[in-house]
């Protein structure tokens, strides 16, 4: 099977969602990292919001990968703000798990889980606004 060439479409009422790619089991954290995640979380530098998620069945790997891409990705953020340093940057991160159709704030010692609503003008949207943490440095993180 060739996995480079695997394309799924997943239809949620209305929306329709396509991987941009999908790994074999043995790729590492580092390679779905660079091949599918850096340009994307490296947007936020030019103002751009960015959002990563992985979709995948139960225990496929999906929290591992995702520590490891959160990893690469603060110090990727931050060599890149100490080499421009004529710029200042004030960094965001919030971070949610949707799992059994249930929402959870990662960075909230609050456990009540978060709905998620529909309302035709914004499309689909979390009940209440998650925590932000904001990143001084990357040991911060």
């Not at 990727?76 to 971070?95: G, M, P």
């Not at 978060?114 to 998650?130: G, M, Q």
């Amino acid at each position: 099977m060739d996995y480079d060439k695997i394309c799924f479409h997943v239809l949620i009422h209305t929306f329709l969602f396509a991987a941009d790619r999908v790994f074999r089991a043995d790729a590492s954290t580092r390679q779905v990292y660079e091949e599918a995640a850096k340009e994307v979380a490296l947007s936020v530098v030019n103002g751009i919001n960015s959002s990563i998620f992985a979709y995948g069945q139960t225990s496929s790997g999906k929290t591992y990968t995702m520590s490891g891409v959160t990893e690469y990705t603060v110090a990727d953020i931050f060599n890149y703000i100490q080499k421009h340093t004529e710029r200042e940057f004030v960094l965001k991160f919030s971070a949610i798990e949707i799992y059994n159709e249930s929402v959870r704030d990662l960075l909230s010692t609050d456990s009540t889980p978060l709905r998620l609503l529909d309302d035709p003008e914004v499309h689909v949207f979390i009940s209440k606004e998650v925590a932000k943490v904001h990143v001084t440095n990357s040991l911060s993180f």
